[in-house]
């Protein structure tokens, strides 16, 4: 949940209350299942006289639409709905038609806010009287689909906190909004119903569950502040237990920039090159020191506290620790395996280390050699150059290091993995890889907007 503390919050749209009841939120959805299927079946029967290619594109074309109309209404909602929505395009792109990821990937948290009455009066039921002890800043410093964050100052000591409020009513809401989100896909005809889709909505049953429990997460912030309490590069935020409860989390305030700030592009390259290699370095640690992941991709969970005095390292913020994922041994060996022979750029040794999941035990030899082609083009930044004779000239500085703004290695993934999956019947991965390889992509993305330099041996070598 961002809370870019240099821009201004005070312009959003402002209401009074969300459809929490489950009432208004199953019409808002029956609705649109409604609209959707009477389309679709208008558009089946006036392509019947249209010949394939026509009636493919027809069809297509519908398709788009359809997934707009659905983003445009889930988006309504907010709550649950808009999370599970925003779950489904992060890691439902192997069992979702493309037109439906793009379309829920517009749902975003950057909606109307809960005006501040009904904030005041969720807080006078969280805290009673104790509310009296802190001065509340009315105007949010970031929303998101099941909570917004508040300012504040206690009053006797004059610390400077956040509140981090859940939206009245969203935790009760979950099993139902899934149910009826799930019905929706069914009724409309846009997904079809497979074990796959059931599997997904089960996990993000769970990790809905666990998100929304702001003790949960209170805990596991304290894990991460205790870790990095030692390291100058990292802030984590400080829990204030006073003021915390299961559906209200309260936090010190830690000031920063977002990370696509135009106060970051005006840093010297080694500044960003070094915001750059903390990020990655941060995810290196959370697979093979602790187990465990912030998985949310979203560039929002980081802001960037510059040094006002170049001698100083520039920190990064890290927020929201909700999403977190625990990796059990088994995985943390593979990943180890698969780390290690990137970094050689060893395809036999690539292959060899994908085992230990019916994914790759299933595979022939001829589809695992492709996909084991296919992990050597994801570790190229953690690659070792000396060994590495794939790595263009111009993705190198004259250190060795990595040059993300040159590399367009998100496209060449993408490009890659679409034919890697048109060459078998593909196998949906397991979840773990899936939040795994998601985060990666988005830290590649962050540190392609840095236009970050990093040292694949300063990441690799303490894991090996």
């Not at 935790?171 to 899934?178: E, Q, R």
């Not at 599997?199 to 769970?206: G, L, Y």
């Amino acid at each position: 949940m961002s809370n870019d503390t240099s821009k201004p919050f005070s312009n959003k749209q402002s209401i009074d209350n969300l459809k929490t009841s489950g009432f208004e939120r199953r019409m808002s959805i029956a609705k649109t299942s409604l609209n959707i299927g009477r389309r679709w079946a208008g558009n089946s029967v006036s392509g019947m006289f249209l010949n394939k290619e026509a009636r493919t594109a027809r069809n297509q074309a519908f398709m788009e639409a359809q997934a707009n109309y659905l983003a445009t209404e889930l988006g309504k909602l907010k709550g649950s709905v808009v999370k599970i929505g925003q779950m489904l395009a992060i890691y439902g792109e192997h069992i979702l038609p493309p037109e439906i990821t793009r379309a829920l990937q517009t749902l975003n948290d950057d909606t109307a806010t809960l005006s501040w009455p009904t904030i005041e009066l969720t807080l006078r039921d969280l805290l009673g009287d104790r509310l009296n002890e802190l001065d509340i800043d009315p105007i949010p410093i970031g929303t998101a689909s099941l909570a917004q964050v508040h300012r504040a100052t206690v009053i006797a000591t004059g610390e400077q906190i956040v509140l981090k409020i859940q939206y009245p009513g969203v935790a009760d809401a979950i099993n139902s909004d899934l149910a009826l989100f799930k019905r929706l896909l069914k009724v409309s005809n846009i997904v079809p119903q497979t074990r796959s889709l059931d599997a997904w909505f089960e996990e993000i049953r769970d990790l809905l569950h666990h998100e929304v429990d702001y003790e949960a997460e209170a805990v596991t912030t304290e894990r991460f502040y205790d870790r990095l309490s030692n390291d100058p590069r990292y802030v984590v935020p400080k829990i204030n237990r006073e003021y915390s409860k299961k559906r209200l989390l309260c936090m010190s305030y830690e000031p920063g920039v977002s990370v696509v700030s135009e106060v970051l592009q005006q840093l010297s390259h080694e500044r960003r090159s070094a915001i750059g290699q903390a990020a990655i370095e941060i995810m290196m640690q959370e697979i093979f020191v602790w187990g465990e992941m912030q998985t949310d991709p979203n560039f929002g969970n980081y802001l960037v506290r510059v040094s006002e005095n170049e001698e100083e390292v520039d920190k990064l913020v890290l927020l929201d620790f909700g999403a977190i994922r625990q990796f059990d041994e088994n995985l943390l060996t593979i990943a180890h395996g698969l780390l290690k022979a990137g970094y050689h750029h060893d395809h036999h040794a690539m292959v060899l280390a994908m085992t230990g999941y019916d994914f790759f035990d299933s595979m022939s030899n001829k589809v695992r050699s492709d996909v084991a082609s296919l992990f050597l083009l994801a570790t190229e930044p953690f690659s070792n150059p000396a060994t590495n004779p794939d790595i263009p000239s111009d993705r190198l500085d004259e250190r060795g290091r990595y040059i993300w703004a040159n590399s367009k290695l998100h496209s060449r993934l993408s490009t890659a993995a679409t034919r890697a999956m048109q060459s078998f019947e593909f196998n949906l991965p397991p979840k773990e890889f899936m939040f795994i390889s998601r985060k990666f992509i988005g830290a590649y993305t962050l540190l392609t907007v840095l236009n970050s330099y990093t040292d694949s041996n300063k990441l690799v070598r303490p894991y090996l």
